[in-house]
């Protein structure tokens, strides 16, 4: 453009010069050759009205101001009489525009890409800007290694000014990394250093990552893992000195070379405190995880600062500063560390403020929050308001910043700002098994009813097996101090004769229940309910009703009335119960029928689920669950109380409720137990480039029922034992819904037991 504005500028000069203008009283302003411009726009650039006097000067600023709007390729000032006539030509519009042979992006994210750099549909065409852009393009192609590709970009003329832009595109194949070396590597083998880089030459997986395709960004981040791998281990003066990367002449090939100096490995030899110590000297201590004779280590080091301000935090020091000041001894290879303390003032809390939540009120965010406004900053409060609020399970994100108020050096605002995810949730689940095919059940729920905070769901289940309408309702505040209070209410019928059970039973019942927080992560529930349920035996066929069934009915009748009451401690010390990398919930139960009812027994209960953190996004969970029953006052427990193992949410790959003891007279009658015990072990980690909210990895499974009551002769104990599997598990917290997918080989499988090995789970919210 800026060429074109020259040569205009220089035509009109020496056009001037020819033909010098003699100023004169312009009477009427004529613009030809005008298209899709607006006659309006042209005057508004014009430095001359109706009425006043042009001149020469006046005509240059015309042509310099109508060519810099970028609409025209040639602009004169002609003058007829008393009548200044401007002259355009427009340059075209861009009528469309197409790409060929694109593969590697997304034609959508291309286009918006060109809009935002001036080249769109229906804009104005220029050459200079299609030039940048086509630079720009290229560019993308080569951060993801496609060197040889080559951009070609057709103009083709249309009617009415217009003209359509062609990207013909030949990508070429992707250039792989072929060769990694490091050359300086003495203390650590070549093959270990570059096994902690993210770049790596062609494997198995590389089609889905990536990582045999070079980037300059990749490389840098690189070569700072390897300076922390090195100063972790000791080598307190390693450098990089030089990086080298080549490509092969057909563009196929890149070779890496890293020239390292590792230096000497440093113990450390003291590790002092100073400063102002507004805690004992044995409290900071304690926060130091780097000791006088370890090797030194930046992570140790970083810890420890962190550590202690953390501690600092906790006190109010909002703004403290912990440094760690070395003194090398080259000569001895050691390293003295000073931390010096400087906690600054006390800081308070001035404000409280919350933002994102567009359907949740903030009360019900604020009632989650530790860190109180007009108390002294707390780094832990905070730290805990931010995992209480996540756990509330009612957002997708929970961020929390702490800024100093403007013009002020002791008050901080405390932000909260989160992000909705959708609470209702209309779920549907579906297995299949060798017995009952397909089984399907649904539910429909809303944790966040109203934005209240109070849950409430209905859940309807059609499946052959078990068919039940229950309608569950919670409120987690159902008094300021944290008491919650929730009742229950059910219908369910359940028909397991497809699985070999001899029995069908009706429940009908409903309850109350309030749970009372001890401390931050520690909660007691208590509750009380009435059921009545009522069983039906199948016809007496020899070798298919179990002798307990009978003798059951026999001594109980049809229906029988239990009033159970429940008592319940969770310990939940998870960072976050959607994405969990760290802490865990443990849960113990006691369901007592009291005395005076038509039955009286009792279940007990527990759960121990952990999560460790393996690596960055990679998690390790552990559950054990336990449980054992029995009856009270000399009634055998209710068989329709036993515990049951197998299926998705148990002992994976063998189907759901089979595993345990057996009716002798007929093996595929399963009799559940009064002992349970289930353990599971599973690693989460994403696959690299999706959402963090798509988790794979494999697991291992173990588990059975067991029973106490030797005296019924029906039982067999001649498959006793755990059961084991193993498999993959896939699970998708998608804009849909969960979405959960898992399959399960058994490994002690024996010739009665019911295997179910794939399955999966679908919901949707709303």
């Known amino acids: 453009m800026k060429k074109n504005l020259l040569a205009g500028l220089l035509a009109t000069l020496f056009a001037c010069g020819a033909t010098a203008m003699e100023p004169f009283t312009v009477k009427d302003i004529r613009v030809e050759g005008i298209q899709r411009v607006e006659a309006g726009t042209v005057f508004s650039y014009l430095p001359v009205k109706v009425g006043e006097t042009m001149t020469d000067e006046k005509a240059a600023q015309a042509i310099k101001a109508l060519f810099a709007t970028g609409f025209f390729k040639d602009v004169r000032i002609e003058v007829d009489g ?45 050459r200079a800007t299609l030039e ?80 045999d395709q070079y980037s300059k960004q990749k490389l840098s981040a690189d070569l700072e893992t390897l300076r922390s791998y090195y100063l972790d281990r000791g080598y307190l003066e390693f450098s990089v000195e030089s990086t080298q990367v080549s490509i092969s002449p057909d563009k196929k ?60 935090g906790a006190q109010g020091y909002a703004f403290a500063n912990v440094n760690a000041a070395p003194e090398l001894d080259k000569e001895k290879r050691q390293v003295a560390f000073t ?96 017995a009952e095919k397909v089984i399907l059940s649904g539910s429909i729920s809303q944790s966040n009813i109203f934005g209240s905070g109070k849950f409430l769901s209905l859940q ?80 007496i066929t020899p070798g298919v009703t179990p002798v307990q069934y009978i003798k059951f009915q026999a001594e109980h009748g049809d229906s029988n009335i239990t009033v159970p009451a429940t008592v319940g401690w969770t310990r939940d010390t998870r960072n976050s119960s959607i994405y969990t990398t760290s802490g865990g919930i443990q849960r113990a139960g006691l369901e007592w029928a009291i005395p005076g009812a038509d039955l009286t027994f009792y279940r007990l209960t527990y759960q121990n689920q952990q999560f460790f953190s393996l690596a960055k996004d990679v998690v390790l969970m552990l559950n054990a ?5 029995n009856g009270l006052q000399g009634q055998t427990l209710p068989f329709y109380k036993n515990f049951f193992a197998g299926g998705v949410n148990s002992v994976r790959g063998y189907d759901t409720a089979s595993l345990g003891p057996v009716e002798i007279t007929n093996p595929d009658t399963r009799l559940g137990g009064t002992r349970k015990a289930v353990f599971n072990a599973e690693i989460l980690m994403p696959i690299p480039g999706m959402d963090k909210a798509f988790r794979i990895g494999p697991f291992f499974d173990a588990g059975n029922v067991f029973t106490d009551n030797n005296a019924v002769p029906s039982y ?20 849909l819904g969960p979405l959960k997918f898992s399959y399960g080989q058994p490994l002690n499988e024996q010739s009665n037991d019911k295997l179910q090995k794939f399955q999966f789970q679908l919901g949707t919210t709303f």
């Open 82 to 126: 008393s009548v200044l006539i401007v002259v355009l030509e427009e340059r075209p519009a861009i009528a469309q525009i197409d790409f060929v042979g694109l593969k590697e992006f997304d034609k959508d994210q291309l286009l918006k890409g060109l809009k935002e750099v001036g080249i769109a549909a229906s804009r104005t065409f220029d």
């Open 625 to 629: 669950e336990f449980g054992y029953a």
């Open 460 to 539: 309807v289940n059609t499946g052959k097996l078990n068919r039940t309408l229950g309608i569950n309702y919670t409120n987690p505040y159902f008094t300021v101090d944290g008491i919650s209070q929730g009742f229950d209410l059910y219908d369910r019928k359940l028909n397991p004769t497809s699985l070999g059970y001899a029995f069908q039973s009706h429940s009908t019942g409903g309850g109350i229940r309030f749970g009372f927080p001890i401390d931050e992560k520690d909660t007691l529930s208590v509750g009380l309910a009435v059921d009545q349920t009522t069983i039906d035996i199948t016809p």
């Open 253 to 312: 090939d890149i070779y890496i070379t890293v020239s390292i100096n590792e230096g000497e490995r440093f113990m450390v030899s003291s590790v002092k405190l100073a400063g102002e110590l507004i805690l004992s000297e044995e409290e900071f201590r304690k926060a130091v995880k780097i000791k006088a004779g370890d090797v030194f280590s930046r992570e140790k080091l970083n810890e420890s600062t962190k550590a202690i301000a953390d501690k600092l």
């Open 132 to 211: 940048k852009a086509e630079q720009e393009l290229k560019r993308q192609y080569l951060a993801r290694g496609r060197y040889a590709v080559a951009i070609t970009t057709t103009i083709t003329p249309l009617d009415r000014n217009r003209v359509a832009i062609n990207f013909n595109i030949d990508e070429g194949e992707a250039a792989r990394i072929k060769q990694i070396n490091i050359v300086g590597a003495q203390a650590f083998k070549e093959k270990e250093l570059v096994g902690v880089m993210q770049l790596r030459t062609p494997n198995w997986i590389s089609w889905y990552t990536k990582s």
């Open 716 to 735: 067999t104990y001649s498959k006793e034992g755990l059961r084991y599997s193993a498999g993959l598990a896939a699970a998708w917290i998608s804009p």
């Open 339 to 434: 931390i010096f303390v400087d906690p600054g003032k006390r800081a308070y809390v001035r404000r409280v403020n919350i933002t994102g939540n567009t359907k949740t009120r903030d009360e019900v965010i604020r009632q989650e929050m530790r860190q109180m406004e007009g108390a002294w900053y707390d780094a832990e409060r905070v730290s805990a308001s931010r995992e209480r609020i996540d756990r509330t399970g009612y957002f997708a994100e929970v961020n929390v910043e702490t800024p100093p108020v403007p013009g002020t050096i002791d008050l901080v605002d405390v932000n909260v700002n989160v992000t909705e995810k959708s609470t209702g949730n209309i779920s549907i689940g579906a297995g299949y098994s060798s």
